[in-house]
């Protein structure tokens, strides 16, 4: 299987994903953010980081790079792009998915382990994943999701969330919120389920020496589900 | 601008000082040459203060690839990787402005580092506030940590470990010390001198603007009332652009085109260029007109001494220049050829066709000023008399309450969740450890790091105080499984010019030396803060020592966290029952004075050494070193981390409860050990003469104390984590 990771000046998860990647069996190629042509792919990943040093919204610069056309191209055909934190940030911007990201409720940098719920598994991300709950990790100041209530009411129509922060045992609530988002989304796919956005990077989380072995769980399975 | 010397004095240089510089020139500077000599010569650059004493340090070793003298140390940590660590202050400039004050200290560092050809890997750093009820302390809390994430978060480097203190006498002069460890290849560590005639001398990064002039000059200087007006010599950081400075400059390494590197930190191009030049033996031809501004009109005063961020200097070999500037082409960033290396062994500037200076490198360096500073040795204080009225009413479970949320010993959680510490996927072991481990990227090796200071022991007793804290950071090195290497060290003090602050320096030196040398644990770098100092108030001595170990294997790493129910911990290290200058002493019975504990270097590396080969062993399955608050806070800390219980009892010793739970006697570790080890690790133990005590049994969820008093886990967790939180929310 091949997967391309797109590096934007000020990417830095760029490395993880790739190591990740190529840990559990992708051919792994890194794209720079000025070339035109994505490499032949079965998977785009937008990596973390602070594209463009994310001075003005996060992602917005990223968005208008000169690889994104090809990227925007590539999930309109179908294609699957996964944008992990600031690849996410970058998806909304895009609008290859819905909503925006905030900064985080209490204003902070939040950088912990969290539980996600997997909300929809009909979808090539998380299908075969026996777990109902994941445990995560995120880093970030911006990933407070919001959307309007039109919006909300739509994604929620197509089955478009696909992760919620939850207790350790699957309970949503906002207790169990870290940023404030808006009904504890955490990951949302565009309508075909081609293109997944979510803060927490499943790349920190996939050896028993690291915060935790879910992330392998999760390319694991995306790597079968892709074959 | 004629200079004379009102101008000079104003530039914070001392009347023969400047009649010096008068001598050596033979002629009055210009005003672009008194500022290059003023920034040369303050205590920030020159270490006029502490040069003499420096050099007592122990700087060798095995391991020692590159000791003081360059942009940071370098060890050998086998098959050909070595790494390279640093610590540095940012005191004065994160007091006046904390987010940028403490941003542009991480960014420093890590350009320290990454000079020298090494990826950054972990950041760490020491932090100290003033007292909580200070009305700055918050806010300056506050704007330090944001300032800290926000530049070590943006460039991808994880923060691994760190130290906070609150203390009054930081209430006018706060702390920020940062420190980076890199990795990079024994062969491609790029060093500052140059080397060769009509070399390319090129300007790499950002744009210099007129901020953060005589930076270096105001944290050469004490505070006064008009500390507000100094803002504008605090820099601006922008860690997007050192994370474009940092790919570039690894990228230019990989090829062999540098001759040398230098950062531009304090004190900017001068510093930079006139460093290079020495070190190489020779002149430094620069046009100031081909180096990038960011404003107009810039002067060629303005251009030498700003202090903008994100700026190196590279000295390149000829012909190389095109591809070498292709690289910074596609990472955005400036790159101009601005002078050249001659043999004049001068520096020279031109502007606008003009001469504007013309200094002999050497009296820039060689014969800068070198004080012998008066100082006063510290007498040993008297132990405090305790009566035992006072303690045997005191309830240990309230007392271990008061004590595990005392903001110097509870949970800093709330302050290093801002920080990206996972980033690059290989950190191990997280803050809230005894330190922290990254993997050496692609390797079984793991390198741990940890940052220590016991400013209330060196005001006691410097030369004690000194000691202690370099045995502290061997300590937290053993007992997560590293076998301790190097140090870097940050000397913060008061003014030099007070005799017993230059004391407090002086004999803290003498401790940190005597204390590297037997443990042989040298001093690889570091860096003087002098003038922490608020008129006539300075700080209480905090010499900040950055340790670094080795992991050859990471899966026998240690961590902290209780391991299982039935296994016994084991106090390694006899307990004297040392009281005064405790957390118990100072907090509980509100008393200030008496001595720090003594520091025996046998034990330390006996005890050490012993600890390590037990986890060699594999024996060992959890290990905390006893610090602050003494053994039971030491166990409380291993209990909230693992979720565990114990039952703990007191040896039969002539000690009381209080003395033997709360004192902070040196050189002991807590190891937990199952019960069909136990034998063969106490044998090991009295093989080597090492002391221990059995101090309970592990339980499911309660900490009992002589099975008289208990308190459950939540509790002690509540006790220790609610302080901080609490602090910041109001």
């Given at each position: 299987m091949k997967s391309s990771v797109i590096t934007f000046p000020g990417s830095n998860c760029d490395r993880d994903m790739d190591v990740a990647l190529r840990k559990f069996g992708f051919k792994n190629k890194m794209v720079w953010h000025n070339d035109v042509e994505l490499p032949k792919s079965d998977l785009v990943v937008l990596p973390g980081g602070f594209?463009?040093?994310?001075?003005?919204?996060?992602?917005?610069?990223?968005?208008?790079?000169?690889?994104?056309?090809?990227?925007?191209?590539?999930?309109?055909?179908?294609?699957?792009?996964?944008?992990?934190?600031?690849?996410?940030?970058?998806?909304?911007?895009?609008?290859?998915?819905?909503?925006?990201?905030?900064?985080?409720?209490?204003?902070?940098?939040?950088?912990?382990?969290?539980?996600?719920k997997i909300n929809n598994k009909h979808n090539t991300y998380f299908k075969n994943i026996d777990n109902e709950v994941l445990e995560l990790h995120i880093a970030h100041n911006e990933g407070n999701y919001f959307c309007t209530n039109d919006q909300l009411k739509e994604i929620k129509d197509n089955e478009q969330i696909a992760i919620n922060y939850c207790s350790k045992d699957g309970e949503i609530d906002e207790q169990f919120n870290p940023n404030g988002s808006i009904e504890s989304i955490a990951g949302i796919f565009n309508k075909e389920k081609n293109v997944l956005g979510m803060m927490p990077h499943p790349e920190r989380m996939i050896d028993k020496y690291l915060s935790g072995e879910d992330g392998s769980l999760f390319f694991n399975n995306l790597l079968n589900n892709i074959k | 601008m004629i200079v004379n010397e009102q101008v000079a004095i104003d530039h914070g240089l001392k009347k023969d000082e400047y009649k010096k510089i008068c001598e050596l020139l033979d002629r009055t500077p210009n005003i672009t040459e008194l500022g290059i000599f003023s920034a040369m010569w303050n205590e920030h650059c020159s270490y006029k203060s502490s040069r003499l004493h420096l050099k007592k340090l122990p700087t060798k070793g095995k391991q020692v690839i590159q000791g003081p003298g360059e942009n940071a140390g370098v060890v050998d940590i086998g098959d050909d990787d070595a790494i390279v660590f640093k610590i540095e202050s940012h005191n004065h400039p994160s007091f006046i402005e904390p987010y940028q004050g403490a941003a542009t200290g991480v960014g420093g560092i890590m350009r320290d580092v990454f000079t020298m050809g090494a990826r950054p890997i972990a950041n760490l750093n020491s932090i100290h506030f003033g007292s909580p009820q200070h009305k700055k302390t918050k806010n300056l809390l506050r704007g330090v940590v944001h300032g800290i994430g926000g530049y070590g978060n943006c460039m991808g480097i994880p923060t691994i470990a760190g130290q906070t203190s609150f203390d009054s006498s930081y209430n006018g002069n706060i702390l920020v010390n940062a420190m980076t460890l890199g990795l990079v290849k024994k062969d491609k560590i790029f060093y500052s001198k140059a080397a060769g005639l009509n070399k390319p001398v090129i300007y790499v990064g950002s744009k210099t603007g007129r901020d953060g002039i005589h930076g270096a000059s105001m944290a050469s200087a004490s505070f006064d009332e008009k500390i507000e007006e100094k803002k504008p010599t605090v820099q601006v950081g922008d860690p997007f652009t050192e994370k474009l400075l940092l790919e570039a400059c690894l990228e230019l390494m990989a090829g062999d085109s540098i001759i040398a590197i230098q950062d531009m930190g304090a004190a900017g191009l001068t510093s930079s260029s006139i460093e290079m030049a020495s070190k190489g033996n020779l002149g430094i031809e620069i046009n100031l007109n081909k180096v990038p501004t960011r404003e107009a009109n810039m002067t060629p005063y303005e251009i030498m001494l700003s202090e903008s961020q994100e700026r190196m200097l590279i000295v390149l070999e000829n012909g190389k220049e095109d591809a070498a500037k292709k690289i910074f082409d596609k990472w955005d960033l400036d790159f101009a050829v601005i002078g050249k290396t001659t043999k004049s062994k001068k520096i020279e500037l031109f502007f606008d066709n003009e001469k504007v200076a013309d200094i002999p490198v050497n009296t820039l360096v060689e014969n800068s000023p070198m004080y012998d500073r008066k100082w006063k040795k510290a007498k040993l204080p008297k132990k405090i008399k305790i009566k035992k009225?006072?303690?045997?009413?005191?309830?240990?479970?309230?007392?271990?309450?008061?004590?595990?949320?005392?903001?110097?010993?509870?949970?800093?959680?709330?302050?290093?969740?801002?920080?990206?510490?996972?980033?690059?996927?290989?950190?191990?072991?997280?803050?809230?450890?005894?330190?922290?481990?990254?993997?050496?990227?692609?390797?079984?090796?793991?390198?741990?790091?940890?940052?220590?200071?016991?400013a209330v022991y060196c005001?006691?007793?410097?030369?004690?105080?000194?000691?202690?804290?370099?045995?502290?950071?061997?300590?937290?090195?053993?007992?997560?499984?590293?076998?301790?290497?190097?140090?870097?060290?940050?000397?913060?003090?008061?003014?030099?010019?007070?005799?017993?602050?230059?004391?407090?320096?002086?004999?803290?030196?003498?401790?940190?030396?005597?204390?590297?040398?037997?443990?042989?644990?040298?001093?690889?770098?570091?860096n003087v803060s002098f003038y922490n100092q608020t008129k006539d108030v300075g700080i209480k001595p905090t010499p900040s020592i950055g340790g670094v170990g080795l992991i050859k294997d990471y899966q026998k790493m240690i961590t902290m966290d209780l391991k299982e129910v039935d296994n016994i911990v084991l106090v390694i290290g006899k307990?004297?029952?040392?009281?005064?200058?405790?957390?118990?002493?100072?907090?509980?019975?509100?008393?200030?004075?008496?001595?720090?504990?003594?520091?025996?270097?046998?034990?330390?590396?006996?005890?050490?050494?012993?600890?390590?080969?037990?986890?060699?062993?594999?024996?060992?399955?959890?290990?905390?070193?006893?610090?602050?608050?003494?053994i039971i806070t030491a166990i409380s800390k291993m209990c909230i981390k693992g979720n565990k219980g114990i039952n703990l009892k007191k040896p039969k010793y002539l000690i009381s409860d209080i003395e033997y739970f709360f004192s902070e006697d040196q050189g002991r570790y807590l190891i937990e050990v199952t019960k069909k080890d136990l034998k063969k690790v106490t044998n090991v133990l009295d093989k080597n003469a090492v002391h221990y005590d059995e101090l309970g049994v592990i339980n499911a969820d309660q900490l009992y104390i002589n099975e008289k008093s208990k308190i459950t886990i939540d509790e002690l967790k509540s006790s220790n984590t609610s302080w901080l939180n609490n602090y910041m929310d109001n």
């Open positions: 594209s463009y040093g994310d001075y003005l919204r996060c992602g917005s610069m990223a968005s208008k790079s000169k690889i994104m056309q090809s990227v925007i191209n590539f999930a309109n055909s179908g294609g699957m792009v996964m944008g992990i934190c600031n690849g996410f940030q970058i998806l909304v911007e895009t609008g290859l998915v819905p909503g925006v990201l905030l900064r985080n409720k209490y204003l902070e940098f939040i950088c912990k382990n969290i539980f996600v | 009225e006072d303690i045997n009413n005191l309830k240990i479970i309230e007392v271990l309450k008061k004590i595990l949320s005392n903001p110097n010993i509870c949970s800093k959680e709330w302050i290093w969740q801002q920080y990206d510490h996972t980033v690059m996927g290989d950190t191990i072991q997280k803050p809230g450890g005894d330190s922290g481990v990254v993997r050496v990227h692609g390797t079984n090796k793991a390198v741990a790091a940890s940052v220590d200071s016991s005001w006691a007793h410097p030369l004690t105080g000194g000691k202690q804290v370099v045995c502290e950071s061997f300590r937290n090195l053993i007992s997560v499984g590293a076998k301790p290497i190097a140090i870097t060290n940050c000397l913060n003090f008061g003014s030099p010019e007070n005799e017993e602050n230059m004391g407090e320096f002086v004999e803290c030196v003498q401790g940190i030396g005597e204390a590297s040398e037997y443990l042989k644990f040298p001093v690889v770098s570091g307990t004297e029952g040392h009281i005064d200058q405790s957390v118990f002493a100072r907090n509980i019975l509100d008393e200030k004075n008496g001595p720090p504990p003594e520091v025996n270097l046998f034990n330390e590396k006996n005890n050490g050494e012993t600890v390590l080969k037990l986890i060699d062993a594999g024996l060992i399955k959890s290990a905390h070193d006893v610090s602050l608050g003494g």
